[in-house]
């Protein structure tokens, strides 16, 4: 695994996959095109996934609802994607609630939208060393992470 922040190779792969898809198709598709030409990429690729699965959402132990997510990458990484011009906070927040709700560490936010295929890594962490070696990968090699920290409450 790469000691960057967790998962990266995971998110590399799946980023080179939807680069793929854009270079191929661009933009100006719904994002169900977008998830099937994904999906062949990363089968492709060698990726294990799980595409459209839904998961259950608790609270206080009781289940309150169901959300769908476009991929489960590998088990560990939430891929969200999006046919929009412009990625708003609205869709971090989404990112971000799917993987608090799901207890997953990483996600990948990718949309298919622009001239250009914009994409957003999502990383917590608990740990204010690693917060320290993430925002110096984000300086030095990856614009494309949000990170994310957890706090214990008082």
Known sequence: MNKEYAYADI???VIGCARQVHTVLGNGFQEVIYQ?????????A??????????LLYYKDQEVGIRRVDFLV???VLVGLKAVSEITMLH???IIN???????????????GGKSLTYIRFVKTKNLR???????????????????????SA
Request: no cysteine; aromatic share 10%; glycine share 4%.
């Open 11 to 13: 998110t590399r792969k």
């Open 130 to 152: 690693n917060l320290i070696l993430l925002i110096l990968a984000i300086i030095l090699n990856s614009p494309s992470i949000y990170i994310w920290v957890i706090r214990k």
């Open 74 to 76: 590998e088990n560990p």
């Open 36 to 44: 099937r030409s994904l999906a062949i990429e990363m089968q492709a």
């Open 46 to 55: 060698g990726l294990q996934f799980a595409r459209e699965i839904e998961m």
């Open 92 to 94: 971090h927040a989404q």
């Open 98 to 112: 799917y993987l608090n709700a799901y207890r997953l560490q990483v996600g990948l936010l990718v949309s298919f």
